[in-house]
């Protein structure tokens, strides 16, 4: 069995994931307390402890669920908006991890989860009401275009054009979102092609180990419009994500 297929279904697949989800209760409150100081000094500050946090929470899945994630293609530094694919949880540690800057564009709702949504916040995510349309859209717009006018930037904006999480191996239509904020701000678009949901699957259990890809894909510049742009991350995420589905031994669903 290749390393990148998920490893076969055991007994221990349960407590593990048990074990990991108390060790993340665990250190996202110790750290969380630590941080706070930092976290007050500005959006830098933020992402340092963040960026602490993530290593943690991806260093436990490789020693508590044997799981760990390979990166191909080569992730952003500057101002940008990613596209990826969503599949888990476990894609968010994994994107957050690479981009050095990261935010989200993310429902509300992750406000409330403590500690976790405050440092989100002051990373620079961007909290929206998805049953807000136009408006929700405006508010994602005049954000980016505050945060890209500070001294520190934007940063790596991540967002999920299919909206919300999907099954390995499955689609669902994408949104206008990522072409109309290319349109209105010129930033580059980098897509992004996952399997995290062969290892970590969209309910959160049971988690299986192995080597889970993401992979970062040919970016996207400015000057199309913005149907154009959506169809573009279209033809490139979902090629590259069934591939990588395959890979891990996924076959299409019947």
């Known amino acids: 069995m290749s390393l990148y297929q998920p490893r076969p279904p055991s007994i221990l697949d349960w407590p593990r994931a ?26 830098e500050a933020a ?7 993530l290593g943690q929470m991806l260093g436990a899945a490789r020693v508590i669920l044997g ?3 390979e990166y191909r293609g080569t992730p952003p530094a500057g101002d940008c908006i990613v596209a990826s694919k969503h599949q888990s949880f476990l894609d968010i540690l994994a994107l957050a991890r690479a981009c050095p800057r990261r935010a989200f564009i993310m429902k509300r709702e992750v406000l409330r989860v403590p500690i976790m949504g405050w440092f989100a916040r002051k990373v620079g995510s961007i909290p929206i009401d998805r049953g807000n349309g136009k408006e929700a859209m405006k508010q994602i717009i005049a954000e980016v275009q505050a945060a890209r006018a500070r001294p520190e930037g934007l940063g ?20 206008h979102g990522a072409g109309t ?5 010129g930033l580059n678009i980098h897509p992004v092609a996952v399997n995290c949901g ?13 080597v889970a890809v993401v992979e970062f894909l040919e970016p996207i510049p400015a000057g199309a419009r913005s149907s154009q742009i959506v169809e573009l991350l279209e033809q490139r995420i979902e090629p590259a994500s069934l591939r990588l589905f395959a890979e891990a031994g996924g076959r299409p669903h019947t």
């Open 67 to 69: 799981l760990r994630v």
């Open 181 to 185: 904020i290319q349109r209105a701000t």
């Open 18 to 43: 048990l074990i990991y989800y108390v060790y993340i209760a665990l250190a996202t409150i110790v750290l969380g307390l630590w941080g706070l100081p930092l976290a007050l000094r500005g959006t």
């Open 156 to 175: 790596q904006m991540i967002i999920y054009p299919e909206g919300t999480r999907t099954r390995p191996g499955e689609s669902l239509p994408y949104k």
């Open 198 to 210: 062969m290892f970590w699957p969209k309910r959160g259990l049971p988690i299986r180990g192995g």
């Open 47 to 53: 992402n340092r402890v963040a960026s602490v946090w």
